[in-house]
């Protein structure tokens, strides 16, 4: 049974940093388009960071140049690198996940399998 399950969520003042890491059973990451998403309250859930099968990364403008996406295929781990945080990123943020091929390096697909989130505060 395919499963991804998100850690290292937690409470941070803001201009602090989180890394977020995803552990991905009964699937390859490196065969799929892989995203964060995060969801606040309030507000529509928003995709922020992908990267494709071949290691292409895209980024919401909201936290380009803040976030970086990354993925160790060896560990079959996908990790999100916050630094700079805001309170206007306090969310909770899910991994998610889509079989692709290997020109699909916008991975805008419709994303298959998800985590069940974990929680990030960022305070003032």
């Known amino acids: 049974q395919v499963q991804l399950v998100e850690s290292g969520g937690g409470s941070v003042q803001s201009g602090g940093s989180l890394r977020l890491s995803c552990a991905a059973s009964?699937?390859?990451?490196?065969?799929?388009?892989t995203a964060w998403f995060r969801h606040a309250p309030g507000k529509e859930r928003e995709k922020i960071a992908t990267?494709?099968?071949?290691?292409?990364?895209r980024y919401s403008d909201s936290v380009k140049g803040r976030f970086t996406i990354s993925r160790d295929n060896a560990k079959n781990k996908l990790y999100l690198q916050m630094n700079s945080l805001k309170p206007e990123d306090t969310a909770m943020y899910y991994c998610?996940?889509?079989?692709?091929?290997?020109?699909?390096?916008?991975?805008?697909?419709?994303?298959?399998?998800w985590g069940q989130g974990t929680q990030v505060t960022v305070s003032s």
């Open positions: 009964e699937l390859t990451i490196a065969r799929y388009c």
């Open positions: 990267i494709s099968s071949g290691g292409f990364t």
């Open positions: 998610a996940a889509y079989l692709t091929y290997s020109g699909d390096i916008d991975c805008g697909g419709n994303y298959y399998y």
